[in-house]
């Protein structure tokens, strides 16, 4: 079975700008999560996305948005990219039912850097 | 405040010294306790779930342990191919917003 895939696996943008990410969980999955990983912060949760609906949202501001697909996929989008972005970004996968953070199957991730 | 504590940031052991991570949290109503491990460049890989006091996991080398206010994993006789970053993570109280420690960044040396 395949893992959660991540694209692009690095992207360069300038302040400004805005950014897509996208997502392919483990087929069969239907809950997304998206974290911000930063050396300063540590691995933050940003939101989860289950049948095309944002259940849940970590305290990132409203730059960061997201949607996720009838077949699963999940894009995230930041706008107005600022330095401070600059960060890995985690997509992770699980089966419905399960508590969130539990039995997360994460991909690669993808890492931004803004200059 | 909920919070997710994990010591030691960093930790050095020789191939075969076997030794113990610590995750301590301050969450009311723990609904759960997961521990992942991470590679440099890689997303983080689930390992265990713990949902009460007293309950142990094991895999392999590792052992996963949880009382109510602390968890521990116990790696035996580690290898070098264990090296890397051990996650574990809570969702607080009243949230289902997974809350993540720091990290303990294990080495391990031949």
């Known amino acids: 079975k395949a893992g959660v895939t991540q694209t692009p696996r690095y992207l360069i943008k300038t302040r400004g700008q805005q950014v897509t990410l996208s997502c392919s969980p483990i087929?069969?999955?239907?809950?997304v999560s998206w974290y911000q990983q930063t050396p300063g912060q540590g691995l933050q949760f940003l939101f989860e996305?289950?049948?095309?609906?944002?259940?849940n949202k970590g305290n990132f501001p409203g730059r960061f948005s997201g949607r996720q697909f009838s077949n699963s996929r999940s894009e995230m989008n930041v706008s107005t990219l600022e330095l401070g972005d600059s960060a890995l970004y985690l997509c992770?996968?699980?089966?419905?039912?399960?508590?969130?953070?539990?039995?997360?199957?994460f991909g690669p991730g993808t890492r931004l850097t803004v200059l | 405040e909920d919070q997710v504590t994990q010591s030691p940031e960093a930790l050095r052991l020789q191939e075969g010294e076997s030794s113990s991570l610590n995750c301590s949290y301050t969450?009311?109503?723990?609904?759960?306790l997961f521990w992942y491990r991470q590679d440099p460049g890689k997303g983080p890989e689930f390992l265990f779930t713990?949902?009460?006091a007293g309950e142990e996991k094991e895999k392999e080398r590792l052992k996963a342990t949880l009382t109510k206010k602390e968890s521990f994993l116990h790696i035996t006789a580690p290898k070098p191919e264990d090296s890397a970053t051990y996650l574990c993570?809570?969702?607080?109280?009243?949230?289902?917003?997974?809350?993540f420690g720091r990290g303990t960044s294990l080495i391990v040396h031949p």
């Open positions: 992770a996968s699980s089966l419905p039912g399960t508590v969130q953070g539990d039995t997360q199957y």
């Open positions: 087929s069969g999955h239907r809950s």
């Open positions: 996305y289950f049948s095309e609906t944002q259940r």
């Open positions: 969450v009311s109503g723990l609904r759960g």
């Open positions: 713990l949902y009460s």
């Open positions: 993570a809570v969702p607080p109280g009243g949230s289902y917003i997974p809350t």
